[in-house]
């Protein structure tokens, strides 16, 4: 029995140790996926409950603030709005254009990349409205979903891929419930980078949004690299403008 003991717990550590090894090849694995996308991207990140205009590398690597706008969105005498809420980077001419509150209305603002203060333009009076019925008052440029060579789509919760007049599931939802709140339960795609190699997703692991609601599921983005189907874990933001510098 004794013997019998000694063989279990041999054989617990073992398989202990090789789970950890595994786990660490794929970490490897993962990393050096991210480690390959190429490109620089701006977004919107909340911190300090209000969103900030930040830059990195795609592969999330020399993140910077760009610019914040805290204390500077005065509406009256007690009350601030402090976010960015649209934004455009210009790759030609490296000018950031952004919309935040000025004087009590919603105003853009422009400055050159590098530059520590924007300079007002104008009021954001006009607006035109886009594909998934936002509105905006900027030319933006976020990652879209179509391009003239394939195009992304979810149905039901899982991801599709139209390429050359063939449809494919590329992530499969296997949820019991769906949900009328669009982001609750399965898969959503939010945009491919410029060549197309990688798309950007979100889920809350919830199969059935219960967990959501509970507070064990948090809503997470993940990039997929669309020659393996394989992801990793992305930056969890808004508003991503991917540049091919």
Same mark, same amino acid.
């Given at each position: 029995m004794k013997n019998k003991a000694k063989i279990l717990i041999v054989l617990v550590v073992l398989g202990i140790v090789l789970i950890s090894v595994i786990s660490l090849y794929n970490n490897?694995?993962?990393?050096?996926f991210l480690d390959r996308?190429?490109?620089k991207i701006y977004?919107?990140?909340r911190e300090d409950? $209000?969103?900030k205009l930040y830059t990195s590398d795609a592969n999330l690597k020399n993140e910077k603030l760009v610019y914040s706008h805290y204390k500077k969105g005065k509406i009256d005498d007690e009350n601030y709005n402090d976010n960015v809420t649209d934004f455009r980077y210009y790759p030609e001419?490296?000018? $950031?254009?952004?919309?935040a509150m000025?004087?009590?209305q919603w105003s853009i603002f422009r400055m050159d990349e590098g530059d520590a203060e924007p300079?007002? $333009?104008k009021n954001a009076d006009e607006f035109k409205i886009l594909e998934d019925y936002r509105v905006v008052s900027l030319d933006v440029d976020y990652v879209h979903l179509e391009t003239d060579k394939l195009k992304i789509f979810d149905k039901e919760g899982s991801i599709f891929l139209e390429e050359n007049g063939e449809v494919k599931c590329i992530k499969?939802?296997?949820g019991f419930v769906k949900s009328d709140i669009r982001g609750l339960v399965g898969y959503i795609p939010q945009g491919l980078s410029p060549d197309s190699r990688y798309l950007i997703y979100g889920t809350t692991g919830s199969f059935t949004g219960i967990g959501y609601f509970l507070g064990i599921n948090k809503y997470k983005r993940y990039i997929m690299d669309l020659d393996t189907l394989k992801s990793h874990e992305y930056i969890n933001v808004e508003r991503v403008q991917w540049v091919d510098e």
């Open positions: 490897t694995r993962r990393d050096s996308v190429d490109g977004y919107l990140k409950e $209000i969103l001419s490296h000018v $950031i254009e952004f919309e000025y004087n009590g300079r007002y $333009i499969k939802y296997r």
